[in-house]
């Protein structure tokens, strides 16, 4: 039966736009996770370390804005924030196939694009993690934030599957067009909330900026259970795209995989994201929100060791059933993590306790994406996909190693 909480988030019309607009807009991010490298491995024909190398540019914006990011976005509104950043990230994507059939396209092209897509996204990003809980109250923060995985992870079937037959029809670079009018109209559903949050306080420059950063930084810090998740997450993060650089690679050249086949095992990911959104509050519910975020990742990503192993045939569909337990088990994490970060911390912090959590976790993406293309040009691209299953595996222990080893309730903060 379903829960007397599930009919009423989706039945709110604020929360039934922002699920749209999520579900358009990461749609098109699924698109881009898959045709931006393939312009640069097939239409470039890019190397390893340059495939690396157009990662890191690709998450090099938490590195560079995160922590002022979310000091700024603390003094904005946060549906504003979305609301630009998606339309100004649809308008970046549009270069990519204006200077393809311009026959300008070069590499360096794409690491501009890809830096400024990024930058944009750490803005929209801290400020939907921060809207969030404005939008549905503390209280339905695990509902919400587990219909929004869902549907995120509706898209992560949905988007490869519609980007492999597009990429190979029309090409990559074209493929490019759908993922902007995704961002596009993602921006304009956000324009449909009608739920204001409070006026926005002057923006803040020079030493007070300095101090606000500060306090978020501190706070985390010091706050054993956000300071285990950052850590866990950004050991998970420098392994996941050392991995991810290369699967792509190893796909292409030693499996033989066309860009069709690239987009249904991408798919068949995404259907073990959608498993996991789908199970994220009961599993939580029933393990303890803090022991199912060192378990998921203990349990099932190991099973990505099966993809090193595969090349052509059956070996490669038993591999992706892999992908897919690591998806599941990744979603059923940042839904508990997510949910207990949004609890835990005071609503005039969250902006910035977002963008501590994401300068630090996320702004490992970059190294590991410099890491994945030098591993991949040194070792090849199977080596470094055993290292980055090992990496993976590991990131269980700073959460293991911390209270959530036996945290079943999360208490209130105000």
Request: one cysteine or more; charged letters at 15%.
């Amino acid at each position: 039966m379903s829960s007397p909480s599930r009919p009423g988030l989706l039945r709110d019309p604020d929360f039934r736009h922002l699920f749209a607009a999520t579900a358009l807009g990461q749609l098109g991010d699924r698109i881009i996770f898959l045709a931006l490298p393939l312009v640069a491995i097939v239409g470039l024909n890019a190397d390893e370390f340059h495939v690396g190398l157009l990662t890191a540019m690709t998450t090099a914006g938490s590195l560079l804005i995160g922590l002022p990011a979310g000091a700024w976005v603390d003094r904005m509104r946060k549906r504003s924030v979305m609301i630009c950043t998606d339309l100004v990230r649809a308008l970046v994507l549009l270069a990519i196939p204006m200077t393809w059939w311009a026959d300008l396209l070069t590499i360096w092209w794409l690491y501009a694009v890809a830096l400024a897509h990024g930058v944009l996204t750490v803005f929209f990003d801290v400020a939907y993690v921060s809207f969030l809980p404005h939008l549905v109250g503390r209280g339905r923060l695990v509902e919400g934030n587990s219909r929004l995985s869902a549907i995120r992870s509706v898209t992560s079937i949905s988007g490869p599957a519609v980007a492999g037959p597009l990429v190979g029809w029309a090409g990559a670079p074209a493929t490019l067009l759908v993922s902007s009018a995704g961002m596009a109209v993602s921006g304009v559903l956000a324009m449909r909330i009608r739920a204001r949050e409070q006026k926005a306080e002057p923006r803040v420059a020079g030493p007070r900026l300095r101090r606000e950063i500060s306090e978020g930084l501190t706070f985390v810090l010091r706050q054993p259970v956000l300071r285990a998740t950052m850590l866990g997450d950004a050991l998970f993060n420098l392994f996941l795209v050392m991995y991810q650089t290369m699967l792509l690679v190893h796909l292409e050249r030693e499996t033989g995989l066309g860009s069709l086949g690239m987009g249904l095992t991408l798919s068949v990911m995404g259907c073990g994201a959608l498993v996991g959104a789908l199970l994220a509050a009961t599993v939580s519910e029933k393990v303890g929100q803090g022991p199912v975020i060192w378990l998921a990742p203990l349990v099932t990503c190991p099973l990505t060791a099966l993809m090193p192993l595969a090349r052509t045939g059956w070996s490669v569909y038993v591999a992706t059933a892999g992908l897919a337990a690591l998806s599941l088990g990744g979603v059923v994490r940042v839904v508990a993590q997510s949910s207990l970060q949004q609890a835990l911390t005071p609503h005039r912090l969250l902006g910035r306790m977002s963008a501590t959590v994401r300068f630090v976790s996320w702004g490992c993406l970059p190294l590991g994406g410099v890491l994945g293309g030098l591993s991949g040009s040194a070792l090849g691209a199977t080596a470094t996909l055993w290292l980055g299953t090992a990496g993976m595996t590991a990131s269980f222990l700073p959460n293991f190693l911390s209270p959530l080893r036996s945290l079943r309730t999360v208490p209130e903060v105000r």
